[in-house]
């Protein structure tokens, strides 16, 4: 019974390591240090070529324009 | 019209990297004026989390609003602040007159293309089991206040404008819209290429030769609607009262004549001792209203003088395309996607089906290109297929002052070039012989169409007196 009990302890105190560990990203406290920050802005993206053309690269054309020539 | 590339369609700088324009204008970031209460920042529009908090493009887009113009939706980055009564979009709290008249507008609902169909089909749109596939592949040409004032239509797939193909939008708010990146966008493959004379053969309008472009004739108040139909709503084009008309510029020139103006033919006079019609009669004169000139010699009248009232474009206007057969509409391929038969450019003149323009006998029309088939993807049949002619009362916007109509020999009159016409494809008058095919067949839409058809001009002689 002691046998029981000690691994049911070992296989549930990892869990509370893990509680809330969710890779949470929003704009909460972490550990005290204040709001995630990182340095991306809306206006800062939309305005660097480099920027938009590295994060769209693969998607090329992003919707195809029909041929209008007819119709 | 060209492409934008992935990155160029959302890039927000002008071509030197700046945003300054658009940052401190009234709908940026950095404003400072008292238009508004308040400067707009990119989350107040476009929703999605706020600045500094994600750390990829998937994060930075989550919730985000592509168009904030959009009705049903669009208000939604507004709503984090204010109260559920804010407007359908983000237009609405600013621009609330005209966006409570766009609602109303066949730019936004599109309408006339509904009502055309229900004619056909003989059954109501709404709720009809085959709604959503016409959103899928008819409805993306509808538009929001965005897609003309900035960016792109999402029928050509979006992005901010280019201007003239150098210069970005960045952004910005365009009171007016692009001709070439708004207007001719959606309405490219006729008006556009009409405007800018670019079929083999026809020449540019006059007025875009002059510099005008659509906004010259199109006021934003017919664009947006005009409210004359408010609380019921518009089922054709031709129905918008502040619909610009030629004679609205022009009246001096025309004076249009509705009654029985002998110089509406007889332009240099009549027989073979022409008299001399004075200079200030030949312009138009066959659109005089004061014959008197005439009468003080023709005093017991002309016999057969019932002419014809014309629209402006059978005169003044050039061939353009006619479409035939759009079929092929799977609701579940790509939007937008579907198949037509290529277009045929003719220039076709018939009695005047339209009952919005009751005043002409004669018009130009255009083959529209549905067919019994056009849904059958759908499975919706059209049993009123032959109730509505498929040659259409058209305004094409390739107007030359002097055109093939125009054009005669020294002493004849106008007319003379239009019933010289021949009987044949390339004839301008719309003849039964039109409404079959190569092989000798009726077309499907003969019966649509034969009333509308001029007589066969063996047993409809010119009076040329």
Not at chain 2, 43 to 58: L, R
Not at chain 2, 159 to 185: L, Q, W
């Amino acid at each position: 019974m002691r046998q029981f009990w000690t691994i049911s302890l070992l296989l549930v105190v990892p869990l509370f390591f893990l509680w809330g560990c969710d890779n949470d990203t929003s704009n909460g406290d972490i550990e005290g240090e204040g709001p995630v920050v990182t340095d991306l802005t809306c206006i800062g993206c939309h305005s660097s070529r480099d920027m938009l053309e590295d994060s769209l690269a693969d998607m090329g054309v992003v919707m195809r324009v029909p041929n209008k020539d007819d119709g | 019209m060209p492409e934008l590339e992935a990155w160029e369609r959302v890039y927000i700088a002008n071509s030197n990297g700046s945003t300054a324009a658009f940052m401190t204008s009234v709908h940026g970031p950095d404003y400072e004026g008292s238009a508004i209460e308040h400067a707009l920042t990119c989350q107040m529009c476009h929703n999605g989390p706020a600045d500094n908090t994600f750390a990829d493009m998937t994060e930075a887009h989550e919730g985000v609003i592509l168009d904030p113009s959009a009705p049903n939706g669009g208000q939604v980055g507004c709503l984090q602040c204010h109260d559920s009564e804010f407007g359908e979009t983000a237009c609405d709290n600013c621009h609330e007159s005209i966006a409570a008249a766009n609602a109303n507008s066949l730019h936004t609902n599109l309408w006339g293309e509904k009502a055309a169909i229900e004619l056909r089909c003989e059954c109501d749109f709404e709720g009809a089991s085959w709604s959503d596939m016409y959103d899928n592949k008819c409805g993306g040409c509808h538009t929001t206040c965005g897609q003309c004032h900035v960016s792109r239509p999402n029928s050509v797939g979006g992005g901010f404008p280019k201007f003239g193909g150098i210069v970005y939008s960045a952004h910005g708010f365009n009171r007016t819209p692009d001709m070439t990146e708004n207007c001719t966008a959606c309405h490219g493959s006729r008006i556009g290429t009409d405007f800018n004379g670019d079929l083999e053969g026809v020449s540019r309008d006059v007025h875009r030769n002059n510099g005008m472009k659509c906004e010259g004739c199109h006021t934003g108040t017919e664009l947006h609607g005009d409210g004359q139909h408010e609380g019921d709503h518009y089922t054709h084009r031709y129905q918008v009262a502040t619909m610009p008309r030629c004679e609205t510029c022009h009246d001096a020139d025309i004076q249009v004549d509705t009654g029985t103006g002998c110089t509406r033919c007889h332009i240099n006079g009549v027989g073979e001792d022409p008299v001399e019609v004075p200079a200030e009669l030949v312009n138009h004169a066959h659109h005089i209203a004061d014959n008197s000139s005439c009468s003080h010699c023709h005093r017991d009248g002309v016999p057969s003088m019932t002419p014809a009232n014309l629209q402006c474009q059978v005169c003044h206007s050039q061939p353009y395309k006619n479409c035939t057969n759009c079929h092929n509409l799977v609701a579940d391929e790509e939007p937008n996607k579907y198949d037509i038969d290529p277009s045929v450019v003719q220039f076709k003149i018939a009695q005047n089906p339209s009952p919005h323009r009751p005043e002409y006998d004669y018009v130009v029309v255009r083959h529209v290109p549905v067919d019994p088939g056009t849904y059958d993807d759908w499975g919706l049949t059209l049993p009123g297929y032959l109730d509505e002619p498929t040659w259409k009362y058209t305004s094409p916007h390739n107007i030359l002052r002097i055109t093939p109509q125009t054009t005669v020999a020294d002493g004849a009159t106008c007319a003379t070039a239009c019933h010289g016409t021949p009987d044949s494809p390339e004839g301008w008058f719309l003849r039964e012989s039109d409404l079959y095919d190569g092989s000798g067949s009726r077309l499907p839409d003969y019966e649509a169409n034969i009333g509308i058809v001029l007589p066969d001009p063996d047993v409809a002689p010119v009076n040329e007196n």
